[in-house]
């Protein structure tokens, strides 16, 4: 039997079943095309005909695009989207079955807003995402990000819902897939002109976002215009969107945990304390931020001829992310090794000083405190433009083309900062309570304005002029073969060459100018800290703590931060190049009651990763450059060659057991390329606690072998019951390995006016093995015509060789969601729970983020037939994101609190 005229006719009767319960919208189903060539979208493609509108027409159209598929994937719809909780796209995401999602990216803690998109419990950077089947260059706004977290996930705060027609998540691998996803693949898909039902469509959305903790209103727009030709052979869509919104986050911060030696004084007073851990600091931190994003798209599809389709597409989006950070903090590290005065009834728990108390005696000249105040210039962006030919050669033969550039950047042109003493001989105390609850600590003294703390200064800090770009020029060519008889379907194949770099050519590292200490000359007005900064959080600590404002910390860093050439700092400088080169072969098979395909993709990398050193690493390697202040006698550039060429199989097979029952199995092995910062990043280090982070260019590309098998029950249009397992084995995983190794402490250089070299502990990331195996359940409920619900739940069991943590993996995922619609009113309640996670390395120790659970929800009335109105709430339930450090005896020790508050979404739409 001809299995493609078998699954043509299987999708038309399933679409006409359906299209009795459908109106007309904007868009028709034809817009649901994965870019991927696979045979049973392809066929959904040729309809052409149907609409899909509501949760219920977007549920039921989900699961039968889900069930055609030859591979194991999981979709949502645009019409969905739309009535989800969601602003942007991995807002949407994380609802699925095997999906996690994060709100950060590096050490800089978690935010309101998913940013960050993980399949199955692992780092999000073995997660590939496309946009119409390529990759897309990002940036990010933060400048550990930019800087010495870099990795290669996709940053989603740039990607709002509006611009998505449907999204498909590739959970099983397919030579036609790009390489790059271990764990998986993202394709988002966009509208395309020609698809529209229409001759003419607009759309409109206006509204303002709403949040409590900074008690901001924000403005929000997204518009559309559609137009294609009667004959549909012309079609040009343009698409904008200019979203702000206001960040607060209050938080509680413990940056790190020294240990005890036996030369401290303290432990000679105390030689039960001896190895024990104390808090390196401990900070009342107050963050925010005004997001801004803005951009749009154009789009333009015309058919020169019946059989020849060109597509050209662009899109950019910007978002400017200036926030100002201010903590206020305990400084442990500066007086406990050296007290004698620390108070009877302190409290060692776990190996570590977990309560104790310190007054300072008359004259105590001692600072107990420290306060930073740094207020950022941020943005990041993405940018990309296509051009794409579809040429159907005949009935049975049929070739596209694409090439196509892509540009993202991430920007921190300055950091306007000032770091204060507090007053000295006020004395300290903290009280841990474990790592679900944050401490109590106090400092002695009056933080409530400028002149009553007897502040002084004590250093200005920050690094600026860093424009990192990460950027993508490709070409690619697809074919595919069809056959009217036999079990062999099709024959896909094709090749791609790729060039992409990740790149920041220049940083300063600012310090002071003659003149900053001197207290006349700081700003003369202070603001103070939320009345109720610590409410949302519980615990007793300081609170009601004065600062300077952004703008009057800007004129005063004007003058006295020293931004001079000398102050280059090499350590941020990285370049690293890949020269990627493909070929792949696949054939899809199919017959009574089963279907699949077996193909492989050839991967060829030539790698040139460049950093920088105070000694040459390198053949070859440029210096030493002089001009630098952190390297007096100057620095080196490296330039370290690599090429690899990998063979990646796989195979996907379906076996129909009824109408409505199936299996599926899958084999392969795929591949992602190690994070730039793991090859080239920046040796990050903290003088204060001599720990710190670095590169290692001799990285080997993480190898996956993986297996999937699942079965699924279709008992209803919106009704689906599956179970699935899967394996993945990790050769060549990258994890961290802590090494001392010598380098020159800046702070102490800066003191003794000459070059001062320190041991520091230093995580290098290495090549080990790893494996996350699994179990995926999904249910989704139809009750009625207009109720429904979906459950799922994600079992990961992932770990790095020597039972060391996997980045990512979350034991435990679940949703659940409940919706109601009918023809005038909408509404959907959805709860999301991500158990505990290895979050990554954090100054010698491992970084976690505690279980956290979110509720969202959102209401929808249609007014008429061409206006509509809704109300999305997102973080109804206030999550406090809990993190801690599990040291290297793998006690935990609290590490990070914080609360984002809650924010709700009221839009007025348009459309015609």
């Known amino acids: 039997m001809n299995y493609r005229k078998t699954l043509l006719a299987a999708s038309i009767i399933t679409s006409l079943c359906m299209s009795g319960a459908l109106y007309a919208q904007d868009t028709t189903q034809s817009s649901s095309t994965d870019q991927t060539n696979q045979p049973a979208r392809k066929d959904a493609k040729q309809l052409g005909t149907v609409m899909v509108t509501g949760i219920r027409d977007s549920e039921a159209e989900s699961l039968n695009l889900k069930k055609e598929a030859n591979s194991h994937v999981e979709i949502v719809t645009a019409e969905d989207i739309g009535k989800l909780p969601a602003k942007n796209v991995a807002d949407t995401l994380q609802r699925l079955p095997g999906v996690s999602v994060g709100t950060s990216s590096a050490g800089e803690g978690g935010f309101d807003e998913n940013d960050r998109v993980s399949l199955r419990g692992t780092n999000p950077s073995m997660t590939q995402t496309l946009i119409d089947g390529h990759n897309i260059g990002t940036g990010d706004w933060f400048v550990l990000n930019q800087t010495a977290t870099v990795g290669r996930s996709v940053s989603y705060s740039l990607l709002p819902a509006e611009i998505v027609s449907e999204v498909v998540v590739h959970k099983t691998s397919e030579a036609n897939l790009v390489e790059g996803g271990a764990a998986g693949t993202v394709n988002i898909i966009t509208r395309k002109p020609l698809e529209f039902a229409q001759p003419v469509t607009a759309q409109a959305s206006v509204g303002g976002v709403y949040a409590d903790l900074p008690s901001s209103t924000k403005p929000q727009f997204s518009g559309l215009f559609n137009y294609r030709n009667d004959a549909s052979t012309f079609g040009v869509m343009v698409q904008g969107f200019y979203e702000k919104r206001s960040l607060q986050r209050n938080g509680q911060e413990i940056l790190g945990l020294n240990q005890l030696q036996s030369t401290d004084a303290i432990v000679a007073a105390h030689p039960d304390l001896n190895g024990v851990y104390y808090p390196s600091l401990i900070g009342s931190a107050l963050f925010t931020q005004v997001r801004t994003r803005k951009g749009g798209s154009i789009d333009v599809q015309f058919k020169p001829a019946d059989n020849v389709t060109v597509n050209l597409n662009g899109f950019v989006s910007k978002m400017d992310a200036n926030n100002y950070n201010r903590n206020y903090m305990m400084w442990g590290n500066h007086f406990v090794p050296g007290a004698t005065n620390l ?155 790729a060039e992409h770099t990740r790149q920041n050519d220049y940083a300063f590292a600012q310090g002071p100018n003659a003149g900053f200490d001197n207290p006349a000359n700081f700003p003369q007005g202070f603001q103070s800290y939320p009345g109720d900064f610590n409410s949302s959080l519980g615990g007793q600590f300081p609170q009601n703590i004065w600062y300077y404002s952004q703008a009057d910390l800007a004129a005063y860093d004007a003058k006295y931060a020293n931004r001079g050439p000398e102050r280059l700092y090499p350590n941020d400088i990285y370049k690293v190049n890949e020269k990627d080169s493909a070929l792949y072969l696949q054939a899809n098979f199919g017959g009574d009651g089963w279907s699949g395909n077996i193909g492989a993709r050839y991967v060829k990398t030539k790698e040139t990763i460049g950093y920088t050193s105070n000694t040459p690493q390198e053949p070859g390697a440029q210096g030493p450059i002089l001009g630098s202040a952190f390297f007096p006698a100057g620095y080196f550039f490296n330039n370290y060659k690599h090429d690899y060429g990998k063979i990646l199989p796989s195979a996907n097979l379906k076996f129909d057991l009824t109408n409505d029952l199936l299996v599926r199995v899958a084999a392969s092995q795929t591949l992602t390329r190690p994070d730039y910062s793991a090859l080239a990043g920046t040796v990050s280090l903290d003088d204060l606690g001599h720990t710190g982070s670095g590169g290692n260019p001799h990285l080997e590309p993480l190898l996956s072998s993986n297996f999937d098998a699942s079965l699924e029950w279709y008992f209803a249009p919106r009704g689906l019951l599956s179970a699935g397992v899967y394996d993945m084995s990790l050769k060549n995983y990258v994890n961290f390995a802590v090494e001392n190794r010598s380098y020159l402490d800046m702070q102490a250089s800066n003191v003794a006016g000459a070059p001062v070299y320190a041991n520091y502990q230093v995580s290098i990331p290495s090549n080990t093995r790893g494996s996350v195996k699994g179990v995926e359940l999904n249910y989704q409920q139809p009750f009625g015509e207009y109720l429904g619900m979906a459950l799922n739940y994600t079992y990961a069991n992932g770990h790095a060789s020597n039972n060391e943590p996997l980045q990512g993996t979350s034991k435990n995922t679940a949703n659940l969601s409940g919706y109601f619609e009918n023809d005038r009113f909408n509404a959907r309640v959805t709860y999301t729970y991500r158990s505990s996670y290895y979050a990554g390395p954090d100054r010698a120790g491992f970084f976690y983020l505690a279980g956290t659970g979110y509720l969202s929800a959102s209401l929808g009335y249609k007014i008429n037939n061409w206006m509509s109105v809704s109300l999305d709430g997102l973080n109804l339930n206030n999550p406090t994101l809990k993190y801690y450090v599990k040291s290297e005896d793998y006690s935990k020790q609290p590490r990070a609190f914080y609360t984002n508050g809650r924010q709700y979404y009221l839009s007025l739409r348009f459309k015609i």
């Open 343 to 497: 108070n009877p009834g302190y409290t060692v728990s776990g190996n570590t000083l977990t309560n104790a108390s310190f007054t300072a005696a008359p004259g105590d000249a001692t600072n107990y405190g420290i306060y930073d105040m740094v207020s950022r210039q941020a943005s990041s962006s993405t940018k990309f433009a296509t051009a794409d030919v579809d040429w159907k050669v005949t009935d049975m033969l049929s070739f596209k083309a694409q090439v196509g550039t892509t540009k993202g950047e991430g920007k921190s042109p300055k950091q306007d900062v000032l770091e204060l003493n507090t007053s000295p001989g006020t004395g300290a105390a903290w009280d841990f309570r474990g790592t679900g609850t944050p401490a109590n600590w106090a400092l002695g003294g009056n933080n409530v304005s400028p002149t009553a703390s007897g502040a002084t200064a004590n250093w200005i800090f920050g690094e600026g002029g860093i424009s990192v770009e990460d950027k993508e020029k490709w070409g690619q060519f697809d074919g595919e073969l069809d056959f009217d008889s036999g079990s062999l379907a099709s024959l896909q194949f094709g090749a791609r060459y």
